[in-house]
């Protein structure tokens, strides 16, 4: 970016998240934006220094971080909870790596259809069982494993309070990996191990969402041969901060269990339990005390209908600003495979429905081909009309509106309202009223823990 070239932020992003105008580098922070006649917010920037004015100019894939070769460039959570960066303007050297790899600034992609799409699933109960749909995921990265490669996938942290991005070498280290984890995942170092690995002439997976798989893409700026991509077809990412909000009100940290058995501790998660069939997935969240692991009690269980948190995501209460206009979606990342729940699959083929998960696999490339034809005497595939399963599966819109109470719902978080009253104040008040109810919310706890 040319020195004092300008970043615009339309009105329309403006109003939608208008504590948001101005996010930049600490030394350009005395700068304010300022909204022309045109509706149009133009904000000067340093030379060549990654500078956000808009929140949905970035997706937080962490590429710019890992590019920047004096380690300039931090992630750091703002007050909804999501990462942007942040630039040392001591350390920064001018160099422009990091905008190079923004999988955001590199210009609008072509929407690339799919060679094939299927309706597939693993023949393996066990793994279908435990897997969100149809369990095509432990098959792939069986196939990696057991070709000496490595697998990238989100993860839980050992608190379940957070998810990052990790690695595992041997099939035995696929479960922590397998699974929906509806919070957006922090990629720290994988970009860079995954490189190294590549380099090393080893055979990488990496999983993620279509942000992350093109967040990765830029960052390596050429192709591998080795390297094969899968994305989630996504709905969007949620608030890491609305997660540990929730967690922390139904098990908060540190809390005993009394006697040797130490600490009480947060085990499991589980978005998607097919206990009660794959379309009535149940949210389960399981503790354990921390001297006897194996001793798991159920603290939540609950339809992902009731459940509040998945009730603020799929209303999309919570998502991060970018996901409501992804640029990245419908083939745009780049990525070999997209994977997804097959909705609609008991309208469109209800031969092929048995309630235990059906996974919509796209094929994008020649490379995702090949690698889905070493794993195909393991599955259950038929080809599919992808026409007809796109207006089951809200995966494949680009653009959705952003909810008028959204930052009602945001700022009620500063309050001391739990989570699932809050929900249902941002639910049921009337939007002339509703911020009038979040303030006093603010300023009279007491009053509104009682009343609200």
């Known amino acids: ?123 393996s109960d066990t793994q279908r069982g435990q897997s969100s749909s149809g369990g095509i995921f432990s098959l792939l990265a069986e196939e990696v494993t057991a070709g000496g490669g490595a697998v990238f996938g989100a993860r839980f942290s050992r608190d379940c309070r957070s998810v990052c991005h990790d690695y595992t070498e041997v099939p035995e280290g ?51 041969p080795r390297l094969f991509t899968a994305e989630c077809l996504c709905h969007g990412v949620p608030s890491p901060k609305v997660w540990r909000r929730y967690v922390d009100e139904i098990f908060p940290a540190g809390q005993e269990a009394g006697g040797a058995e130490g600490k009480e501790e947060l085990r499991s998660v589980n978005f998607r339990d097919k206990g009660h069939g794959w379309k009535d997935y149940r949210v389960v969240l399981r503790s354990a005390p921390s001297g006897d692991p194996a001793s798991c009690r159920t603290l939540i269980e609950e339809s992902h209908h009731r459940n509040p948190y998945m009730r603020a995501f799929l209303s999309n209460l919570c998502l991060r600003p970018s996901c409501y206009a992804c640029r990245l979606k419908n083939g745009r990342s780049g990525s070999d495979l997209t994977l997804g729940d097959f909705w609609g699959i008991d309208r469109i083929s209800p031969a092929l429905d048995d309630d ?6 796209l094929v994008n490339t020649p490379r995702g081909e090949a690698l889905c034809e070493r794993i195909a005497p393991r599955m259950e595939r038929t080809e599919a009309d992808l026409e007809k399963a796109k207006p089951y599966n809200g995966g494949f819109s680009e653009s959705i509106p952003v909810p008028s109470r959204r930052r009602s719902f945001f700022l009620g978080l500063e309050t001391r309202l739990p989570l699932p009253r809050l929900l249902r104040t941002v639910e049921t008040t009337s939007h002339h009223l509703l911020p009038l109810k979040i303030r006093l919310a603010r300023f009279f706890p007491r009053l509104a823990t009682k009343y609200f």
């Not at 600490?26 to 340093?46: D, E, M, T």
């Not at 235990?356 to 696999?361: A, E, S, W």
């Open 1 to 123: 970016m040319k020195p004092g070239k300008p970043l615009a932020l339309s009105a329309k992003s403006a109003a939608a998240f208008p504590e948001k105008r101005c996010l930049f580098s600490p030394k350009a922070q005395h700068r304010p934006a300022r909204l022309r006649g045109n509706g149009i917010v133009f904000v000067p920037l340093l030379s060549d220094m990654i500078t956000l004015s808009d929140p949905t100019g970035c997706c937080g894939c962490g590429a710019c971080a890992s590019a920047c070769p004096h380690e300039a460039i931090s992630l750091r959570e703002d007050a909804e909870g999501f990462l942007y960066p942040h630039t040392d303007a001591d350390r920064c050297t001018r160099c422009g790596l990091c905008e190079k790899v923004c999988p955001l600034l590199g210009g609008p992609q072509p929407a690339r259809p799919p060679l094939h799409a299927y309706a597939a699933h693993n023949k």
């Open 174 to 224: 696929i479960a922590p990996f397998r699974g929906s984890k509806y919070v957006q995942s922090r990629t720290g170092s994988a970009f860079r191990q995954v490189q190294a690995l590549l380099r090393a002439g080893r055979t990488v997976l990496f999983t993620g969402t279509p942000c992350q798989v093109a967040g990765l893409r830029r960052f390596l700026r050429k192709d591998y």
């Open 356 to 361: 235990r998960g059906c996974t919509l696999l």
